[in-house]
């Protein structure tokens, strides 16, 4: 295992309603069976890079949840890894927009900030509170062990966004799914650098 404590960052893979371009947030869809198979590339990826990890969590909405269980399956050496469902994981809520179509929405779901709060979504720096604290605990309680969780593309929006000016790669990147944030993380002063984000077109 590498000196240095990753985090492998994974949004799930394609959805019902990430078909149908409805929002999803706190609401949840099947996985598609092209999400299935973005999963098991996913895990191929992570195995082609030797990827080693001493923790696995995910959001415990279903999407997330299966997309995990998947690249488990996929990566025998992941099986005896400890995991668990991290609520602080849990994709923002977009109040009663969900479920509905995602045209209708008044601005984009990747980054609503706060327009959304008046409808019953959440505030911007709640949600990247949540998933910063939720992610600096999981790699904090695994000294010296790599660290992949599964999430969902607006919080992971999020925690990119917390640690921005830190990054050693392009951020102006769209995050399809099953993408894979890839972050250095130093346990001295809690912090995150992000070195890559790979998408699974671009390994096509």
């Not at 598609?32 to 969590?57: F, M, P």
């Not at 995991?83 to 479920?99: F, H, N, Q, S, W």
């Amino acid at each position: 295992m590498s000196t240095m404590q990753r985090l492998y960052l994974m949004r799930h893979g394609q959805t019902e309603y990430n078909l149908k371009g409805l929002v999803q947030g706190h609401c949840d869809s099947p996985l598609t069976q092209k999400g299935i198979d973005e999963a098991r590339e996913a895990a191929r990826w992570l195995a082609d890079q030797n990827v080693e990890i001493g923790y696995a969590c995910s959001s415990p909405l279903g999407r997330a949840h299966d997309t995990l269980s998947i690249v488990i399956d996929e990566n025998p050496a992941f099986a005896s890894v400890p995991r668990a469902d991290e609520p602080g994981l849990i994709e923002r809520c977009y109040g009663t927009y969900e479920a509905g179509p995602m045209a209708d929405m008044p601005i984009s779901p990747w980054n609503p900030h706060d327009e959304l709060v008046a409808c019953g979504g959440d505030r911007e720096l709640d949600a990247r509170k949540r998933i910063v604290e939720a992610l600096t605990r999981a790699m904090d309680e695994h000294p010296g062990q790599n660290v992949l969780a599964v999430a969902h593309g607006a919080i992971i929006t999020q925690f990119k966004l917390a640690w921005e000016s830190r990054a050693t790669c392009p951020q102006d990147v769209f995050l399809g799914n099953c993408c894979i944030l890839v972050f250095d993380y130093d346990p001295k002063d809690h912090t995150f650098t992000n070195t890559r984000i790979v998408n699974q077109a671009d390994q096509a």
